[in-house]
């Protein structure tokens, strides 16, 4: 299955419709693991199919993962 992968942009005007954080915020998320993206050509994309199978609970994710 090849993920579905949405721009930094789209995907905080989507995900958060009334108040969406930065894009550099959405940005160091991205760097430091805390929401599955991919970095192509130097622009970050968000892995969406990925992000929405998460709980934002480390430990709750990892069992769900195991």
């Given at each position: ?16 419709a ?16 805390d ?7 130097g ?24």
């Open positions: 299955m090849i993920p579905k992968l949405m721009s930094v942009s789209d995907w905080r005007t989507a995900r958060f009334s108040n969406p954080p930065s894009e550099q915020t959405v940005k160091r998320w991205a760097k430091n693991g929401i599955p993206a991919k970095k192509i050509g622009r970050w994309f968000i892995m969406v199919t990925e992000e929405l199978q998460t709980t934002g609970d480390e430990l709750v994710d990892a069992v769900l993962r195991g």
